[in-house]
C-alpha cells in the first residue's frame, strides 16, 4: 500500500534552516502530485507547498513564499522541503501528501490528497 514516512523536522532557532523529506513507497512516484501541509496545535491543517508530479510546477502559501523551497527527486521517490528564514510561527507539525494526478497539475486543498504521512515535528525557538 501506499506510504509516504517524513524525516527532517526538529527543533531550530528563528532565522535557522531545515529540510524535510518524504519518503514514498507502495506507489509510482511520478504519477502523484505532492504537497506539504502543516498544523500548529489549536489549529486547522494549513498549505503550506505543492507540486506537480515533475516538479516543474510548484506553488506556495503566501505565508511561505521566498523563504521554502519543495522539490521532488523521482528517482529517489523522495520529496523535499527546504525552509529557510524559519520563523516562531512555522512551528507545527509538518505533513506530505500525495494524489495521483495528471501531468502539470498541483493541489492546494488537503481533502485533495487521499494519502498521507504521519507527520514531523517542526519547532523554532524564538
Known amino acids: 500500500q501506499v506510504q509516504l514516512v517524513e524525516s527532517g523536522g526538529g527543533l531550530v532557532q528563528a532565522g535557522g534552516s531545515l529540510r524535510l523529506s518524504c519518503a514514498a513507497s507502495?506507489?509510482?512516484?511520478?504519477?502523484?502530485?505532492m504537497g506539504w501541509f502543516r498544523q500548529a496545535p489549536g489549529k486547522e491543517r494549513e498549505f503550506v507547498a505543492a507540486?506537480?508530479?515533475?516538479?516543474?510546477?510548484?506553488y506556495y502559501a503566501d505565508s511561505v513564499k521566498g523563504r521554502f523551497t519543495i522539490s521532488r527527486d523521482n528517482a529517489k521517490n523522495t520529496m523535499y522541503l527546504q525552509m529557510n528564514s524559519l520563523k516562531p510561527e512555522d512551528t507545527a507539525v509538518y505533513y506530505c501528501?500525495?494524489?495521483?494526478?495528471?501531468?502539470?497539475?498541483?493541489?492546494?486543498?488537503?481533502?485533495?490528497?487521499?494519502?498521507w504521512g504521519q507527520g514531523t515535528q517542526v519547532t523554532v525557538s524564538s
Open positions: 501528501a500525495a494524489k495521483m494526478s495528471p501531468l502539470g497539475s498541483y493541489y492546494y486543498t488537503a481533502i485533495s490528497y487521499p494519502y
Open positions: 507540486m506537480s508530479r515533475t516538479g516543474i510546477t510548484t
Open positions: 507502495g506507489l509510482t512516484f511520478s504519477d502523484y502530485a
